[in-house]
């Protein structure tokens, strides 16, 4: 295939295209600009962005590819004339502003990191988006500290899983949501030391009753922010990474106030590639670590063959899993 | 007065008693704990918050004096057995947690201030609220940079008066609004880039024109946090002092992650000691140099007698004040 693709000039990719299902096409293999890197992909990171973008929430930014995908790992196939850190041949996985489902995919030299000890190489597609935006928001916006508490919506999901174990291997206490008590267990056993069922339980008074959080992730804004304020300690960070649940929400501003609470939020796409370069050396410096020495795996729900991507989405809008599902060449 | 006061035991002083007119009252004279400053007061000034207390609407913390009165300039008139750095008769100024219309007033020894140069005995009562307010809030939270844009409600109050001097003498721009053309000039004439009339313009369009808030500085909320979300810049700071406005605002969280905005708040009368001791040390070390250097200056709107504090009282009220009002001894 990759074979047929250099000789041609042309590769197999899926590109967003509304709600038509996704397709395996012939598209123009691309080719790296001057600090760029061109991965040939061996997998590929699903990610909840990716049902967004076919819905048209989450466009890619100005001048990256239509097609679809976040992360990937794979070898270095060819660089950039600027590109010092990087040779062909190298195993890496990757952030990407997109064109992640694809045989070919570029990505900025800055957003490449080296495949951590400890995984395989299709592991390793899934730890980019996850690790970074945890990194971004957790440890880097919101400063969390050992000994606190972080409270995460969604605790079995991609982010959720990965937000378990790196605030654990900081020493940080970790309580989240599930939607089924099996989730609520996978979450504990990644080291949470408590999981609410949220559709049996209120999580507001189950958090207040452990004590409050000090920082919350949260990917679900709308009525829950009201119960993040409710439930947080004096001088709570509070996190938004995405608004599955509504964009509008109400605060209390004299709580705010009383409680000098922090409200704030981010995208890992809108950062700009030197943003993305201090996340890629964090990662590897401060997480690949943990991932070496079994503090952090990434947790596969999932695999499916690249071709078959309509099936891994479906699996994914169904909620059922538990981590993260990777595309496969 | 301050020898009856001696000999019996008693002073002068306003208790806050809901919406009764203001009484100069008998009561016991304060004698100072341990790591207390007893403040034989010169001046008080006055705050929104007094206004606020006597509708029971800003408690002092526990333990706190029912007199009013968050700030006062005088000399000290005795210390307690813990205090090194304070000897009697220094003149001093004080942020306090209560206590400040009266003939004498307790201060902790951390948020007691030598009177800065440049400025009168009674001037100097106008500053601690304010100065340690704008610093804790626009410096160390919002950490202002030399050359980004502050936005500040209320312009012609004492904390706006203040907020201007502090931000243009950091290198910072200053827009403001406030509620006639002739404050706004005052403002102008303090340093600010602009100043919106809110009852004659759109302040959000205004801020818009000129591109923007890096840090905005509110006492309002309701319904001014949407308009401050949609004319801040990216990565801005929204900070929240009061609810003048209305408590509750909608936030419209994509906004806040598409832009990485921060939303918060703080109270200055909630903090501990430990925080205001800080607070205080930055006042002399880096804000006290300015009012030395008449970069900042207590703008005083009006003068009163202490006893006759309902009427500064209903001059606060009236909003037609520019600056800081003093009560004086």
Redesign the interface.
Known sequence: MSQKADETGMMKAILAKGDAPLEWCDVPKPVPKAKEVLIKVAAAGLNRADILQRKGMYPPPEGASDIMGLEVSGYVEAVGSDVENWRVGQQVCALLPAGGYAEYAIAHQGSVMPIPDGVSLHEAALLPEAVMTVWANVFDMAVLHPGETLFVQGGASGIGTTAIQMATALGAKVYVTAGSDEKCKACIELGAEGAFNYKTTDFEEELKAVGGADVVLDMV??DY?PKHINASKFGARIL????QGG????????K???K????????LR?RNDLDKMHLADMAVKEVWPWVASGQLRPVVDSSFAMKDAEKAHERLTSGLHVGKIVLTL
């Open positions: 804004g709308g922010l938004h990474i995405a608004v964009l509008k929400a109400e605060v209390n501003l004299l705010v106030m009383m000098r609470l922090t409200i704030t939020g981010s995208t809108g």
